[in-house]
């Protein structure tokens, strides 16, 4: 696991493979899921049915990326993902897996 320059939190590679944390239970919805954080007790939400697909496909693939390219979202999207998954990661939402 790679350390930010500040060496507080891990650096998001979506080279990596990752998973949904243990402590993160995610509820399907319409419009995408709710995300609840029991270490941190913060709600967030996943904003398209897509995205959900993405996070709950993490830990079938061995990066970021090809759980991406298995959700098929489009090229055009892709860093746009890259960037809340990015976010997820940031704020424990999902992890790096070894």
């Not at 919805?29 to 993490?58: D, I, N, W």
């Not at 979202?73 to 890259?82: F, T």
Request: glycine share 8%; with cysteine.
């Amino acid at each position: 696991m790679s350390i930010e320059a500040s060496g507080a939190a891990p650096a998001f590679d979506p080279a990596r493979p990752h998973r949904c944390s243990p402590r993160v239970a995610v509820r399907p919805e319409p419009f995408g899921a709710l995300v609840y954080h029991f270490g941190t007790r913060k709600l967030s939400f996943l904003k398209t049915p897509q995205l959900v697909t993405v996070v709950s496909g993490l830990e079938q693939h061995p990066s970021v990326h090809a759980a991406i390219d298995a959700a098929g979202v489009e090229e055009s999207q892709r860093s746009a993902y890259l960037r809340a998954l990015a976010g997820l990661a940031a704020n424990g939402t999902i992890e790096e897996r070894s």
